[in-house]
């Protein structure tokens, strides 16, 4: 079935293309909710509650862009929201002004699996994890996320530096990017 | 996101690239709870059919198992010079089932005038009660009366017909109709009753007419076990030839698809009920609710998983261009498999029953329905459409479809219960499968149908 046939069918409120629209995307989409969940039960959560407003909201759709940006936009509203409702975010949120740690670029080895990287983000704290999916990953800048989360765009950079720096040492820690020297040394400084 | 076209560091765009291919598979529970969400008339129409069957069962099982109260629906006493209180005295029974009396009196005045009393006869219809149990009680009564009948019957000039009032306040002895008309030899004995009765006629003949009336709606239930066979239907090599001749076919499937595969029929049944309505003397019209359960067996083999090949062939060469599957290299397991497809269906059932044969206690009914059918599971197995496997997909499935049944059996009438048994055929009209799917299913049920019929009274 092509897309434009999924979405005439889902416009029609037909139940095949619904279940072959959902069967196309949930699993990415799973994927998101999780990187921004707490566990699976709760990305379940939001992609149901995700997937419901896509099918409610399918006649907004202008076909302007991709089809499937336009169900992750709502997918990643949804997962704030949900994080926002269970207070979750709100606890977590750190006001840390932006420090002006250099961070070299480290390159990600490709042999590096998606899951380990995605256990990676998810060890971060929430609020640093949500700044570093909207930005780094969902491609929202400072001035949306802070919109999105209700906070200062310079917490939102602060929040992302931090997250970025506590990734890349996570990283480091389970051998999955090379260790350089500056690294090393910064790394002997902090501990 | 206009900041984002200055985003081109290295790390973030290999974070997003390993993040984007992560992937996970969520429950089939989420989809269920979005289905529902947006389908909410599914919802809705399980919810109904649970209403109407239950309101069956209960109607059912109501008849069943109390039928005292359903008898004692037209209850008649008369009450002649007898004060309310002293009858209340005498049987408290009957005082009892005054609470239950229709009171349609217009004027309360003339149950205590004296005067009145003693002149009138006073009809009251009770529609509750008393068990049939109470008919010796009321015979008794009547009898013990018989002087004040008398004595109304001599004051008959008096009576007239507006002073036969129906009353809740009466604590008189109850007497029933279908008794009154079983027992008309022993009224005749006694002339005191015939001239109760020639009071009472009015309101005894509007409580039988209501009675026919009523006698009109009976309910029904059932259970058929039955044997649950299916056909199937490919692609008709003919049809394809004509529609495009001289053109390359597609899909040839020389021999019967019913050959190539390997179902067996198995026992499922059907359970329902049905509420009639005699339209006349012979011809009754139902509606109903039915649920089935059919299932058949499959005989297949396990084989390893393989990517269908096609290729352009000749067939005897009368065909060129035509294509074929090649199925080389799958590799299949001796041992034989056996699986199973089961179907479960709440159907609703709407027809007309007629009496064949029989006046008395046996009789034999014909009866036909088309039944709007919704299946309530898609988790069947479903034959590929080169016929080589069998697959599970939801999509391939009609939720409704129609179904016709009919039925013929013979009915014996012990005391107000009729038992019915007789054999019964259901066939599904449309496929199983949608449209779009090449193959058709159409299952066809035989049974023997075990019932139980009772009027409404």
């Known amino acids: ?72 936009r709502i997918i990643v509203h949804t997962c704030i929201n949900h994080l926002k409702k269970n207070k979750r975010f709100n606890e977590s949120v750190d006001i840390i002004q932006a420090s002006a740690i250099q961070i070299r670029e480290e390159n990600i080895p490709s042999i590096v699996q998606a899951k380990q990287i995605v256990d990676c983000i998810r060890i971060l704290p929430v609020g640093y994890r949500t700044v570093l999916n909207l930005y780094a990953i969902e491609g929202y800048s400072h001035k949306e996320i802070s919109g999105m989360l209700d906070i200062e765009e310079s917490t939102s950079r602060s929040q992302y530096t931090r997250a970025r720096q506590m990734l890349e040492e996570i990283l480091i820690k389970r051998n999955l990017i090379p260790v350089t020297k500056e690294k090393t040394d910064r790394l002997t400084a902090i501990h | 996101m206009k900041e984002r076209f200055l985003y081109e560091e290295e790390f973030e765009k290999q974070l997003k690239e390993k993040a984007d291919q992560f992937k996970m598979y969520p429950s089939d529970k989420v989809w269920s709870e979005v289905n529902s969400s947006i389908h909410p008339r599914s919802r809705k129409f399980v919810v109904g059919m649970t209403i109407l069957i239950g309101g069956i069962l209960v109607l059912a099982g109501n008849q069943l198992i109390s039928p005292s109260k359903n008898l004692s629906n037209k209850l008649i006493t008369s009450k002649v010079n007898v004060p309310a209180k002293s009858a209340a005295t005498e049987d408290p029974d009957r005082s009892a089932a005054n609470d239950f009396a229709i009171n349609p009196s217009d004027n309360s005045n003339d149950q205590h005038s004296p005067d009145q009393n003693q002149n009138t006869a006073t009809a009251y219809v009770f529609h509750s009660g008393l068990s049939s149990d109470r008919e010796s009680p009321t015979n008794e009564l009547l009898e013990t009366r018989s002087g004040n009948l008398q004595s109304v019957g001599h004051q008959e000039s008096a009576i007239q017909p507006p002073d036969l009032k129906v009353s809740a306040k009466s604590s008189a002895a109850p007497l029933l109709v279908p008794e009154l008309n079983d027992e008309q030899q022993t009224q005749s004995e006694n002339p005191a009753i015939n001239t109760a009765s020639s009071e009472l006629a009015p309101v005894i003949s509007s409580s039988q007419s209501n009675r026919i009336q009523n006698e009109k709606l009976s309910w ?119 699986y199973q497809n089961r179907y479960y269906q709440l159907s609703l059932p709407i027809g007309v029953e007629m009496k064949v044969a029989g006046k008395g206690k046996l009789q034999l009914h014909l009866g036909a329905t088309l039944q709007p059918s919704y299946l309530l599971n898609t988790d069947a197995y479903v034959l590929s459409d080169d016929y080589s496997s069998y697959i599970k997909d939801a999509q391939a499935f009609r939720r409704w479809n129609l179904i016709a049944g009919t039925e013929l059996y013979l009915s014996y009438s012990i005391g107000k219960i009729r038992w019915e048994i007789g054999p019964q055929v259901r066939y599904q009209i449309f496929s199983t499968y949608r449209n779009s799917y090449p193959l058709q299913e159409n299952m066809v049920n035989y049974g023997i149908r075990f019932g139980i019929s009772k009027s409404i009274r």
């Open chain 1, 1 to 72: 079935m092509t897309e434009e046939a999924i979405l005439q069918g889902c416009l029609k409120n037909h139940a095949a293309a619904q279940k072959e629209l959902y069967n196309r995307y949930s699993p990415k989409m799973l994927a998101v909710c999780y990187r921004f969940a707490h566990n699976r039960e709760d990305a379940e959560d939001m992609l149901q509650e995700g997937f419901i407003k896509v099918f409610l909201q399918m006649h907004t759709f202008q076909g302007k862009g991709a089809f499937e940006g336009w169900i992750r």
């Open chain 2, 220 to 338: 029904q239930l059932y259970i058929t076990p039955t044997l649950n066979t299916h056909y199937l239907n490919g692609i008709s090599y003919q049809t394809v030839a004509q529609s495009i001749p001289s053109s390359p076919i597609m899909v040839v499937h020389f021999a019967n698809v019913n050959g190539l595969v390997d179902n067996t029929p198995m026992m499922g049944y059907n359970l329902g009920g049905n509420i009639l309505y005699k339209i006349s003397k012979n011809i009754s019209l139902k509606v109903g609710l039915e649920f089935s359960f059919n299932r058949y067996n499959i005989k297949t083999y396990n084989s390893n998983p393989y990517q269908a090949s096609t290729r352009l062939n000749t067939y005897l060469g009368y065909f060129v261009d035509s294509l074929a599957n090649s199925n080389s290299g799958i590799t299949i397991d001796k041992n034989q498999q056996q």
